[in-house]
């Protein structure tokens, strides 16, 4: 703690940031309680390979930073925080845990969220304006999509927000929600996951064209208005 907050803050980023963090749900009651999460914490290689290390820590949204000293927890939270980015592979898991952890919901700067076909919709229902304006410190959002053969078509239709297609994904409702943040263009991306039955796979150049057109609507910051109702509220 004697050596200058600059290699102190490199020494926590080591430790405790720059990772990929993998939070799931153990199971589920009614398909809407949350009852423990589990945090996998994912580093990537050279080779951009996930290797993960299989430390988990399942104990109600704790977050795993040591209890070393106020000081020691103050710096060390704020680089992971910060710098690490949280994948959810089922929204409505990133649901409860905003719902359930506001400090962390405050705090996190990078979301990464997959988006399944068959979770669809069941995902703008979990991200609202509501939760996802709870990410009061969010700076970034990756949208991984995962197409069926059957939607390959959605790739050529290129006005997001106002096709039909588009719009009973729900698409458009998610897209918005994420609006309200002035998200930073190095840390947003969408990505088409790649593997031979989907676009990004078999469409590269299509898919990157979309993924490029999403991107630039999640950049588009659009402030939140509330009603006074829901500033009272907040």
């Excluded at 390979?49 to 209890?67: D, E, H, M």
Aim: charged fraction near 20%; include cysteine.
């Amino acid at each position: 703690m004697r050596l200058p907050a600059e290699l102190r803050n490199q020494i926590w980023a080591y430790a405790y940031g720059n990772s990929t963090i993998h939070v799931a749900c153990r199971h589920w009651a009614n398909n809407t309680e949350y009852l423990a999460l589990t945090w996998k914490i994912c580093v990537y290689g050279k080779d951009s390979k996930p290797r993960c290390t299989c430390s988990q820590v399942a104990a109600t949204a704790k977050v795993a930073v040591p209890l070393v000293s106020k000081q020691f927890w103050y710096e060390v939270s704020g680089t992971f925080y910060d710098s690490n980015i949280f994948h959810f592979q089922d929204p409505r898991t990133l649901r409860a845990l905003a719902l359930s952890n506001e400090k962390f919901a405050q705090r996190a700067s990078n979301l990464r969220i997959t988006l399944q076909p068959h979770l669809i919709e069941e995902s703008a229902s979990a991200l609202t304006s509501s939760i996802v304006g709870r990410f009061k410190g969010l700076r970034g959002v990756v949208l991984e999509f995962t197409l069926s053969p059957y939607e390959l078509h959605l790739l050529q239709r290129k006005n997001v927000m106002h096709d039909a297609s588009w719009r009973s994904k729900k698409v458009p409702t998610i897209i918005r929600a994420f609006q309200q943040h002035q998200l930073e263009s190095r840390r947003t991306a969408v990505i088409f996951a790649g593997n031979s039955n989907n676009g990004g796979a078999r469409h590269p150049i299509a898919a990157e064209g979309m993924a490029s057109i999403i991107k630039g609507h999640l950049l588009d910051y659009h402030p939140r208005r509330l009603s006074k109702r829901g500033q009272e509220e907040a």
